[in-house]
């Protein structure tokens, strides 16, 4: 069994601090059309060369009827700059519009199988998850991509059809988990395609 959720599996549930200031539940973010979660963080270059498509990436959404809502899931001891009163600064700073939700304890990020920042999960509006991966295939520079697969996920999702591509692997730093060494993964992660895909730098 895969560790990420698969293709057409329910939307975990979730009750999570906001920094709305309130626990916040899947249902608090559902959308009319169609919900997108994802795992983001900080410090990760893979999500700062990935911010200014986020922004448009939730204008677009919102006016579609499309709810996004970022979960922060990374250990904080060695990585302080994702705990969350720096996301929520940083999201001011940056003027994010999304709501951050802290999943201190990791365990929505197993729940959903979460295995690098950024990490897309996008749910119909019947909470199916019908594409789960990366936005594009050049999340640190948004020069060197060429693909769109989160944006045709959506597409097909609009349409009515299921997503000619329903799983891509996520490209990025992978989640930092407690008392695990620093690019630990879980056992069942998959990582071909992005061992194929990665740049020659490698993920912090």
Request: hydrophobic share 35%; charged share 30%; with cysteine.
């Given at each position: 069994?895969?560790?990420?959720?698969e293709?057409?599996?329910t939307?975990?549930?979730f009750?999570?601090?906001?920094?709305?200031?309130?626990?916040?539940?899947?249902?608090?973010?559902?959308?009319?059309?169609?919900?997108?979660?994802?795992?983001?963080?900080?410090?990760?270059?893979y999500?700062v060369?990935?911010?200014?498509r986020?922004?448009?990436?939730?204008?677009?959404?919102?006016?579609?009827?499309?709810?996004?809502?970022?979960?922060?899931?990374?250990?904080?001891?060695?990585?302080?700059?994702?705990?969350?009163p720096?996301?929520?600064?940083?999201?001011?700073?940056?003027?994010?519009?999304w709501?951050?939700?802290?999943?201190?304890?990791?365990?929505?990020?197993?729940?959903?199988?979460?295995?690098?920042?950024?990490?897309?999960?996008?749910?119909?509006?019947?909470?199916?998850?019908?594409?789960?991966?990366r936005?594009?295939?050049?999340p640190?520079?948004?020069?060197?991509?060429?693909?769109?697969?989160?944006?045709?996920?959506?597409?097909?999702?609009?349409?009515g059809?299921?997503?000619?591509?329903?799983?891509?692997?996520?490209?990025?730093?992978?989640?930092?988990?407690?008392?695990?060494?620093?690019?630990?993964m879980p056992?069942?992660?998959?990582d071909?395609?992005?061992l194929?895909?990665?740049?020659s730098?490698?993920?912090?």
């Amino acid at each position: 069994m895969s560790f990420t959720l698969e293709t057409g599996a329910t939307a975990p549930e979730f009750d999570l601090p906001g920094s709305n200031g309130r626990d916040v539940r899947f249902a608090d973010v559902r959308g009319a059309n169609g919900t997108l979660i994802f795992f983001t963080c900080n410090h990760c270059p893979y999500v700062v060369g990935s911010e200014a498509r986020m922004k448009a990436l939730f204008e677009r959404c919102q006016s579609l009827g499309i709810t996004m809502t970022a979960i922060h899931s990374n250990e904080t001891k060695d990585h302080p700059e994702d705990d969350f009163p720096a996301v929520i600064a940083r999201a001011r700073e940056m003027d994010f519009k999304w709501l951050s939700l802290k999943d201190d304890k990791q365990l929505i990020a197993r729940e959903y199988g979460a295995e690098r920042t950024p990490h897309y999960f996008l749910f119909d509006k019947e909470d199916k998850l019908v594409y789960s991966g990366r936005m594009d295939n050049s999340p640190r520079d948004a020069s060197k991509a060429n693909s769109d697969e989160l944006e045709d996920a959506i597409a097909d999702m609009r349409g009515g059809r299921p997503a000619k591509v329903p799983r891509t692997d996520a490209i990025g730093c992978n989640i930092k988990w407690w008392d695990r060494e620093k690019h630990w993964m879980p056992k069942d992660a998959c990582d071909l395609d992005y061992l194929n895909l990665r740049e020659s730098t490698s993920p912090a």
